[in-house]
């Protein structure tokens, strides 16, 4: 988006990882990674899969969406759902799943036990697909007290819309001293004025694709993007906007007179970071800080294999809220310790050990 300073250089936030014999990322990775999730609430852990390892993963993605019966999710953008734009997909716990799953939290075991017990839900564990047509995910928090976990099965461009952050807008003990004391009303603050942006960049685009003779997006599709009372956060729909019924952020005169007051504080404070994860990487995020999904715009599908973990106790009806879980992982509940115990999936390649 033009109007915010958006960077895609993810250098200072990526760990690349080193493996111990026992195929756990070594001591000083770990460090590396909690430091980043502690000071900026996400970290880009790259090559913690093989090329053959995330082709699988990729396998396991593409064989659930390609299910006509498969569950989908009941969170982030409901008319892009309905229209084909994303495909969030929970994943059911069959041994496949879940062994590529277990691949995971025994790698990053070091730094995940550093916020999850064992005793901990799996909350959900699931694929999360963009497509040309997507609208940009406003920036918005998830249910606090999660541990999330990205895992890139394919390369992602930034064209295909890699996840934005908006490092230090993560919650712990004390983050109200943070920016001189007027942390929790400057980073609404500085949400506002990014989904003001966002806002007028799904209109625009949305005008554009309405036009476009090679793109089909039809009159209902964008009288329900645009001026639909369904329920959607995540879509420009100017009606509920307008009526203060978007729970993400609303319009009033207030917020427009304190943005440009505080414009250059918040400059000074804030900043986005878009990623664009290579194939094979990982991006661990604390749940409670700032995100969102961008659009896509090419005609490569953005794949995502993900998982969540609670961090701590999670009220069920706010589980419910941002995170979707299979009715097969409803009925088997999974517990990080389970994971642990699980038999991950076989190795690709026999020198693993990126060993130190």
Partial sequence: MKTLDLSHD???????????????????????????????????????????????????????LDDPQRQKGDFASQTDMLY????????????????????????????ISEYCGTTRKVLE???????????????????????????????????QGGTVFVPGTHKFSGTDMMFDGQADFLTRLYQATCNYSILKHNLKTLWSLRKSASFKLDRREWLDRVFSTRYDNHQPNLFRFLLGKNSVFSFNLRTLWQ?????????????LVQTAPAKGTVILYRSDMLHAGPDNHTDHPRYFFGMSIARDMVFEEQWREGYSSHESLLENPQTYGDLLRYPPQETASSDLAKAV
């Fill in 10 to 64: 993810t250098s200072e936030f990526e760990v690349a990882a080193q493996f111990t014999s026992d195929g756990q990322i070594n001591e000083s990775c770990a460090l590396e990674v909690v430091n980043l999730l502690d000071t900026q609430g996400f970290a880009v852990i790259t090559d913690v899969l093989d090329s053959v390892e995330a082709d699988n993963g990729l396998s396991i993605v593409r064989r659930y």
């Fill in 125 to 159: 564990i699931s694929t999360m697909t963009s497509y040309r047509g997507a609208s940009h995910q406003y920036i918005h928090r998830d249910p606090d007290g999660v541990l999330c976990l990205f895992a890139a099965v394919d390369d992602i461009s930034p064209e």
């Fill in 259 to 271: 943005l440009r007051k505080h414009r250059q504080t918040l400059s000074r404070y804030f900043r």
């Fill in 84 to 111: 084909g734009r994303r495909d969030f997909c929970p994943l059911p716990s069959n041994p496949d799943v879940l062994s590529y799953a277990a691949t995971f939290a025994q790698r990053l075991k070091p730094a």
